[in-house]
């Protein structure tokens, strides 16, 4: 509460009020889905300068919850169900016309709008993955050492 001489912000409260309605639409919608949703945060932007529109229509149909629709002749994408899963990205034939922002829940921002960025995103996410098995088998070199011996050329 402001006390005398204070300012109350009004448009900050309505933003945080906003943001709070939409995540818990977010998880309603994911939850009946049974989809487990991997990132705090996210956004999606399509340039419509650059969309070939209803003639490539790939981003619609790759969506795997339909959050990229068609409506009054233009593409709405509906950011409370969006996975930003690269979906969209992978299969859109114009470079830079999508572009997706997401943040993982250890406060990692990964941004991509190309194929390319998309492709080096996932081969970095698989190596981490990879990275981590190993290293919950062997913690140590020694681990390691005590299992296969020295390396020999």
Do not use: H
């Not at 233009?74 to 922002?101: D, K, P, S």
Request: hydrophobic share 40%; aromatic share 8%; with cysteine.
């Amino acid at each position: 509460m402001a006390g005398l001489g204070e300012s109350i912000d009004i448009f900050g409260l309505m933003v945080e009020e906003e943001e709070k309605r939409k995540k818990a639409l977010r998880e309603e919608v994911l939850g009946a889905l049974g989809v487990p949703d991997f990132f705090k945060g996210g956004s999606i932007w399509i340039d419509a300068r650059k969309c070939y529109g209803r003639e490539c229509d790939m981003c619609v149909k790759a969506c795997p919850t339909k959050a990229i629709f068609w409506r009054g002749g233009q593409l709405v994408v509906q950011e409370e169900i969006c996975l930003f899963c690269t979906a969209c990205v992978a299969n859109c034939m114009v470079e830079g016309c999508i572009r997706v922002r997401r943040t993982r829940p250890d406060g990692t921002v990964e941004e991509f709008s190309s194929l390319r960025e998309v492709a080096t995103l996932l081969r970095s996410i698989s190596g981490r993955k990879a990275l981590e098995a190993v290293e919950k088998i062997f913690p140590s070199l020694g681990d390691f050492l005590s299992r296969f011996g020295p390396l020999r050329s």
